[in-house]
T-cell receptor, first 114, second 115 residues
Framework: DGGITQSPKYLFRKEGQNVTLSCEQNLNHDAMYWYRQDPGQGLRLIYYSQIVNDFQKGDIAEGYSVSREKKESFPLTVTSAQKNPTAFYLC?????????????FGPGTRLLVL | DQQVKQNSPSLSVQEGRISILNCDYTNSMFDYFLWYKKYPAEGPTFLISISSIKDKNEDGRFTVFLNKSAKHLSLHIVPSQPGDSAVYFCAASPALIQGAQKLVFGQGTRLTINP
């Protein structure tokens, strides 16, 4: 079964702690994305990667870091510099069929601050 | 600056009737539009998309209409079913720039289908 997996489902962060959210896909997609969703708001782009060993900042990259060492994996680290990390984090990957470019999402990780 | 707006935070529709969700955008560079459906604590699920070269795209119960001059798109669901109750997001993308597709999302509309 192909798809996108995110782990853990829930994550708790203490003050001053860095935490890493996992995102894995076996869809053979080149492009991967991280979004953040806050209550009553749309999804906001944190980082994206078009290819292995390359990634770009999105609209709200401050306090976050990523790596793309393998095509299948795009982990997101929420650093202590992110002052308001409580949110629902979504990972996506992109496929292209003709003119159609569609992003498919994982199930999400909810991050809570203790 | 909200480039994609869904002005109705919520919508309530009777089962079997038509649901119409609206979305407005301001950036004339957007040329590809998508609708996603999201249940609580889950990732969004892709529903349907439309390119700016079309004004309508249909897939089963779902139809998306695009009015480029008004910078407006809408999603029609007919007939509405209880399982359609969810939050719906519209998203827009400009033409691909160096292979990157950066989607801009609206705030979402919560659709409730009443029995």
């Amino acid at each position: 079964d192909g798809g996108i997996t995110q782990s853990p489902k829930y994550l708790f962060r203490k003050e001053g702690q860095n935490v890493t959210l996992s995102c894995e896909q076996n869809l053979n997609h080149d492009a991967m994305y991280w979004y953040r969703q806050d209550p009553g708001q749309g999804l906001r782009l944190i980082y994206y990667s078009q290819i292995v060993n390359d990634f770009q900042k999105g609209d709200i990259a401050e306090g976050y870091s990523v790596s793309r060492e393998k095509k299948e994996s795009f982990p997101l680290t929420v650093t202590s510099a992110q002052k308001n990390p409580t949110a629902f984090y979504l990972c996506a990957s992109r496929t292209t069929t003709g003119w159609r470019e569609t992003q498919y999402f994982g199930p999400g990780t909810r991050l809570l601050v203790l | 600056d909200q480039q994609v707006k869904q002005n109705s935070p919520s919508l309530s529709v009777q089962e079997g009737r038509i649901s119409i969700l609206n979305c407005d955008y301001t950036n004339s560079m957007f040329d590809y539009f998508l609708w996603y459906k999201k249940y609580p604590a889950e990732g969004p699920t892709f529903l349907i998309s439309i390119s700016s070269i079309k004004d309508k795209n249909e897939d089963g119960r779902f139809t998306v209409f695009l009015n480029k001059s008004a910078k407006h798109l809408s999603l029609h669901i007919v007939p509405s079913q209880p399982g359609d109750s969810a939050v719906y997001f519209c998203a827009a993308s400009p033409a691909l720039i160096q292979g990157a597709q950066k989607l801009v999302f609206g705030q979402g509309t919560r659709l409730t289908i009443n029995p």
